[in-house]
Every structure is written in structure tokens, then in C-alpha cells.
């Protein structure tokens, strides 16, 4: 077995695990957000179907320092609003969303960093 099929087993069960982690995510802690009349509209622009669970575990997940400036700039009405946000969410949710967040940002950039090794011919050096 090749170094390259190694870790696109890895990325591979990760990117499962990423799948579940969306769901329990958005059933567990998006739907209640969506079903509050105060957080409705706090979720952030949803591009495509899921965007907001993506976006609502960002606000969550990220430091309040980075939320902030994301909030203040002239995109603001991408991002969710984090305070509204930790203002009706429970430790668990915040642990959830952190986990699901940068599960998904690692796998994704993972995957990428792996296409572009297998593009410049490292796992070919490799297996020498």
C-alpha cells in the first residue's frame, strides 16, 4: 500500500465523520436556531442549501476577536452574528460546532494539499 492511498483513506474517514458531524449539527443546534424567532435572521446568507450550518458553527468555532472583525466589515451580512448566537446556545453546542468547523477546514484543506502533492509527482519520489 502507497504512502498516497494511506492518506486518502484517512481523508476519506475523515470526510465521513465531517458528513456526520453536519448532520448531528444542524439537527441538533441549526434547526433550533432556525425555529427561534429572535436567531432567524442572525444565521448568516445561505448560498447554497447548508450554507448557514457551515456558518453558523464559524461564528461559533472561531475566536471572538477574529468574529468581530468579520462582523464589523463590509461583508458583515455574510457571516452569523456571534453574540446573538452564544446568547442561545449551550456549551455542547459550542463544543459541536467547534469540532464540526475545523474537521471541515482541515479535511478540505487536506484534500487540496494532497491534490496538489499528487499533481507535482511527490508520491512518484516516494515510492523510489
Do not use: C
Not at 446556545?89 to 479535511?107: H, Q
Amino acid at each position: 500500500m502507497t504512502w498516497e492511498k494511506v492518506f486518502l483513506g484517512v481523508l476519506l474517514i475523515n470526510a465521513i465523520i465531517v458528513g456526520l458531524f453536519f448532520i448531528a449539527f444542524g439537527q441538533l443546534t441549526v434547526k433550533r436556531l432556525r425555529r427561534d424567532q429572535n436567531t432567524r435572521t442572525a444565521l448568516g446568507i445561505e448560498f447554497i442549501s447548508g450554507g448557514d450550518i457551515v456558518s453558523v458553527a464559524q461564528a461559533l468555532a472561531l475566536p471572538r476577536s477574529w468574529t468581530k472583525k468579520l462582523e464589523t466589515g463590509p461583508l458583515s451580512s455574510l457571516y452569523a452574528k456571534t453574540n446573538l448566537l452564544l446568547e442561545h446556545t449551550t456549551k455542547f453546542d459550542r463544543i459541536l460546532a467547534f469540532m464540526f468547523y475545523w474537521l471541515l477546514m482541515s479535511t478540505g484543506l487536506s484534500f487540496t494539499v494532497l491534490a496538489i502533492l499528487n499533481l507535482v509527482g511527490f508520491f512518484v519520489i516516494l515510492s523510489r
